[in-house]
């Protein structure tokens, strides 16, 4: 795997701040928020210095129950050659539920949900991958992604899962070190479990990010500092193997560049810190085997075997803990006409989830009511937040009235398109029942709503505007 060493988030409102940070050896950017006829000015400078663009996705839904959708990937596949990039990621998540698979309504959660960590979805998942992997120009790594909540009736850990997943694909694995100290902090997982039972020689680079506490459950935002705990899971990570790129995520509210730069020296410190306790490994782990071969105990094992410590003797990588190999054997495929029925499966219960979530259905049985309510908000939230960007001008027109009335209006009314369709259908929800109060404000929405709803614009703003603003909004994790 190409060594990338450390990176920051490009994000347009630190692009200059980026180009002048010292020691930053490559960028991920958001694939969705880039237009390959047109990128931005920043990013083709650094590509110019040499600064590797990783493109970064956060549409394609891979753990959905449909299948990719060509035209989603043909966009990511335009950005990695664009940019000339070594790999391409996305994440292990659900995007959408519903439609013609389970002849249930479509739905957009504008969100990245976690998918059940069952065999079903594992299938699903890993065929995924595979069309994905067939489709792209440069290899694929799929991130591990922070959960609000926990699917009922799970068969298999994060790390195992993750573990089988490379196994049966080959796919590269990018490890948010964030993302576990979001699922140790809201499911009681064991961060150190999930790395040591991780394919470590499949990590092509490792996220890190900021989040916040709230009654108890830990918000992944990307809009505050790194805390100490996530340093200490990438110090863990670094002393188990020496990941090839480490990358800091901030999505919003923005620092001073010399704080951005003070979060980069903590995360090289951290991963500095554990290439030390990895040494250490190796040599104890080299002394032990010589000691026990200079006393007979090891004559004609095969190199690379392990230890007792529990280390591979050739590598110093951990072995134990890694998962034993699913029943169905080593290529982990299923019977013939299984994956249809588990795409079926996996897609009624992604749509009746999503659907508790953003349309106010009964939760579906198993699940932490009081979770499912954290996540909705969560959701709801976010969707407030993007319109705000996409379409600037509705909360400038609303004024202190656009959030509630939005959340107001996202209760009752999922997301079924993308969020330009959300702003319009918003704003026509509002004419529709009389509102804004204020009859000023109520005749600029209309003519903003007019002048972007028709088949053309009324005014010389270009119709495209929303689309192209829709592009630059920064879609969190």
């Known amino acids: 795997m190409e060594r990338l060493g450390t990176g920051i988030g490009w994000r347009p409102e630190i692009a200059d701040a980026v180009e002048r940070m010292p020691g930053i050896d490559w960028v991920e950017t958001v694939a969705e928020n880039v237009c390959p006829g047109h990128l931005p000015a920043s990013l083709l400078r650094l590509r110019e210095r040499g600064v590797t663009v990783v493109p970064h996705g956060v549409s394609l839904g891979l753990g959905g129950a449909d299948r990719p959708d060509p035209g989603r990937l043909a966009a990511l596949a335009e950005r990695a050659e664009v940019l000339g990039s070594p790999l391409v990621t996305e994440h292990i998540a ?263 979530l953003v349309a106010g259905t009964p939760v579906p049985e198993g699940f932490d009511r009081v979770r499912i309510g954290v996540q909705a908000r969560a959701l709801a939230a976010k969707r407030a937040d993007v319109v705000a960007k996409v379409a600037s001008e509705l909360p400038r027109i609303l004024g202190p009235e656009y959030r509630p009335a939005f959340l107001g209006y996202a209760q009752a009314r999922p997301m079924t398109g993308g969020y330009r369709h959300d702003a319009l259908s918003f704003a026509e929800h509002l004419l529709t029942a009389g509102l804004p109060g204020d009859s000023a404000a109520r005749r600029e929405l209309r003519e903003w709503w007019l002048d972007r709803s028709g088949p053309k614009p009324r005014s010389r703003r270009p119709a495209h505007r929303l689309a192209r603003a829709t592009r630059r909004v920064l879609l969190r994790r």
């Not at 998918?115 to 979805?121: C, E, M, Q, S, Y």
């Not at 961060?191 to 092509?204: C, G, Q, T």
């Not at 490994?281 to 090891?298: F, K, N, P």
């Not at 013939?336 to 219960?349: I, K, S």
Request: glycine share 10%; proline share 7%; with cysteine.
């Open 94 to 356: 659900f995007v959408r539920a519903g439609g013609a698979l389970t002849a249930t309504p479509h739905l957009e959660a504008g969100h990245l949900l976690p998918v059940p960590r069952t065999r079903d979805a594992l299938d699903v998942l890993c065929e995924n991958v595979r069309i994905a992997q067939d489709a792209l120009p440069v290899p694929l790594a799929v991130e591990n992604i922070a959960a609000l909540l926990t699917w009922p009736g799970e068969e298999l850990t994060e790390g195992q899962f993750l573990y089988e997943l490379a196994d049966r694909t080959g796919v590269r694995l990018l490890i948010d070190v964030a993302n576990l100290h979001t699922n140790h902090v809201n499911r009681a997982e064991d961060p150190a479990r999930a790395l040591a039972e991780l394919p470590l020689e499949a990590v092509a680079y490792v996220h890190v990010a900021g989040g916040f506490e709230r009654d108890g459950v830990w918000h992944d935002s990307h809009a505050h500092p790194v805390p100490r705990p996530v340093l200490d899971i990438l110090t863990d990570l670094a002393s188990r193997v020496r990941p090839p790129g480490v990358l800091l995520e901030r999505d919003e509210n923005f620092p001073a560049p010399a704080e951005l730069e003070g979060e980069l020296t903590a995360i090289r410190r951290a991963v500095e810190a554990g290439a030390v306790e990895r040494v250490k490994t190796e040599v104890r782990a080299t002394a032990h085997v010589l000691v026990a071969h200079g006393a007979g105990h090891l004559p004609g094992a095969p190199a690379g075997s392990a230890d007792s410590t529990g280390a591979d003797a050739a590598t110093g990588d951990p072995v134990g803990g890694r998962p034993a190999r699913a029943a169905r054997g080593a290529s982990g495929s299923v019977a013939a006409g299984g994956a249809g029925e588990a795409r079926e499966r996996v897609g009624l219960a992604q749509a009746a989830l999503l659907s508790a």
